[in-house]
């Protein structure tokens, strides 16, 4: 549900601990030779900064660097990656956007990570033009809600985005960027038109579709295995004022899912369509009202496992007046009872950054600052009922360790690139399923026991033959990643050694030097 799209962190991991891990760390680790060409006044090594770089959202892996580089300008870290190719014992370097990574991607153990967020030079720049239409150059360090906080003063705004707002576009461009959106507009990385990208060279060179395309192809969802965005430019589109805003709750999974599948395979309906889970111990909304959660509440107690369906339609004043029967006509063909609709009407960027009140929320009762063992997968659209039962049912609910978010929701297969790294479903369907399980622990309960149930759910889709592929992918082993990327891990390393031949970016994937 959107209200849910940020996990419900419900446990406060004891500040004691952490620290006393964190200063364990700092004395016993090994002290690396620093290169000559890095001198103390370009890395920040004093304990701040190294605590900061040494953890993520995720906190579950710690890694210290032996240095934090804040550059001022893009050619700050070409000099740096560039240091490291040119050294006879190279370093590893890892950029860090706004530390969203939940397995320690960001993290470069004895090597160098980069604060994206002190670079000032290129900042968000609308513009545009005959042939490209709106579009916005971008800094890689931007967060996408000022690129739409930017965008809105012209009365544009990008077409596809995350559910979460406070993320980096370099950092979403090197995984996908998914929402609701997706089906429609494609991913964040089908809606690029040109990069600055700093090589595993230390080289600067601006890719698009036709310049340069293989580093293009190879940056948009490559994990930042081939480089640094530095700059990227976004298609925009005329930016709506307000939308229309649903939850609709189904007690039959078979109806669930038709109806989202329906909505994404019309014209002229919907525009960010995606699905999620309620259980006994999903957390209020402030999306309904008391009544309406009560009632809710006590039939999933019931049922077990609600649906709830989440649909939004865009518009302004051009079509006030004729969007409430737009959207009967398409209600009528959906397979739902009329009382368990809800609505509202939002202003466009209230429903775009809806996850940041509830962040706020948990923040101010120190809510936040937990471990979140997250399992994200693309799911073949023809196994998604058998996901539902084996992983959302069997699993999930009977052993009810977190509260979630869970969300599932069907995208549309003809707007994503195959020349591009990401790796989605290998099948010819025309859609496949995300079902991102964003679980929390603590104090309460132990991280490693959701890892145990996440390591289960792998394990049911690999004995029931589900062919499962993970976003935001995490494997300790290069034959779990030669799996993953299949038919394309030949490419992939291809591009490896050209564009980053001394594995020095971005080490804590893991991808290249694991076992």
Not at 28 to 50: A, H, K, Q, V
Not at 255 to 278: M, P
Not at 349 to 364: K, T
Not at 480 to 499: D, V
Request: with cysteine; hydrophobic share 40%; net charge negative.
């Amino acid at each position: 549900m959107a209200y849910s799209h940020v996990l419900h962190a419900y446990f406060l991991v004891p500040f004691i601990i952490h620290s006393l891990v964190f200063m364990t760390l700092m004395s016993s680790r090994p002290l690396p030779n620093t290169p000559n060409e890095i001198t103390e006044n370009n890395l920040c090594t004093d304990t701040i900064c190294m605590k900061t770089a040494s953890s993520d959202y995720g906190k579950l892996v710690q890694e210290l660097p032996f240095g934090v580089l804040r550059p001022s300008s893009v050619s700050d870290i070409a000099r740096l990656v560039k240091s490291s190719y040119n050294s006879s014992s190279p370093f590893t370097i890892a950029a860090r956007g706004n530390g969203h990574s939940v397995r320690g991607q960001a993290m470069a153990k004895d090597g160098v990570v980069i604060e994206m967020s002190s670079l000032k030079d290129i900042g968000i720049r609308v513009s545009g033009n005959s042939s490209l239409g709106f579009y916005a150059d971008v800094g890689g360090e931007q967060l996408w809600i000022d690129v739409l906080r930017a965008t809105l003063q012209h009365g544009l705004a990008p077409v596809s985005w995350t559910d979460y707002l406070y993320l980096t576009v370099g950092g979403t461009l090197s995984n996908a960027g998914i929402s609701g959106q997706s089906s429609f507009h494609g991913p964040q990385i089908s809606n690029v038109l040109e990069m600055d990208v700093i090589t595993g060279k230390g080289e600067l060179i601006t890719c698009s579709e036709n310049t340069n395309s293989d580093l293009f192809y190879a940056v948009l969802g490559g994990l930042g295995q081939f480089g640094i965005i530095t700059r990227a430019r976004i298609v925009l589109d005329k930016a709506p004022t307000r939308v229309k805003w649903f939850q609709i709750i189904y007690d039959d999974f078979a109806k669930f899912t038709k109806d989202q599948e329906y909505l994404i395979s019309i014209d002229h309906g919907f525009d960010y369509v995606e699905g999620s889970l309620i259980m006994e111990n999903t957390p209020a909304s402030n999306f309904f009202t008391p009544d309406d959660e009560s009632m809710i509440n006590s039939l999933a107690s019931k049922k077990g496992i609600l649906y709830s369906l989440e649909a939004v339609k865009y518009y302004n004043d051009e079509i006030i007046n004729t969007i409430d029967e737009e959207l009967q006509v398409i209600f009528k063909a959906l397979n739902f009872k009329s009382e368990f609709i809800f609505s509202k009407d939002a202003t466009f960027f209230d429903f775009l950054n809806r996850v940041r009140a509830e962040e706020l929320l948990l923040q101010s009762l120190a809510l936040w600052d937990v471990p979140h063992p997250w399992l994200n997968l693309f799911i073949p659209r023809s196994r998604i009922a058998d996901f539902n039962q084996g992983v959302f049912v069997d699993i999930i609910q009977k052993q009810s360790l977190s509260s979630g978010p869970f969300l599932v929701y069907p995208i549309n297969r003809k707007k994503w690139d195959d020349r591009m790294s990401v790796v989605i479903p290998e099948d010819d369907d025309d859609m496949f399923y995300t079902a991102a399980l964003l679980n929390a622990a603590g104090p309460a309960v132990d991280p490693a026991v959701i890892e145990e149930q996440n390591k289960k759910i792998l394990e049911y889709c690999n004995k029931a033959g589900i062919k499962i592929k993970q976003y935001f992918p995490h494997y300790t082993r290069k034959l779990g990643w030669m799996k993953h990327f299949g038919n394309k891990w030949s490419a992939f390393k291809e591009r490896k050694e050209q564009f980053d031949p001394k594995l020095i970016l971005s080490p804590g994937q893991r991808i290249f030097n694991s076992d």
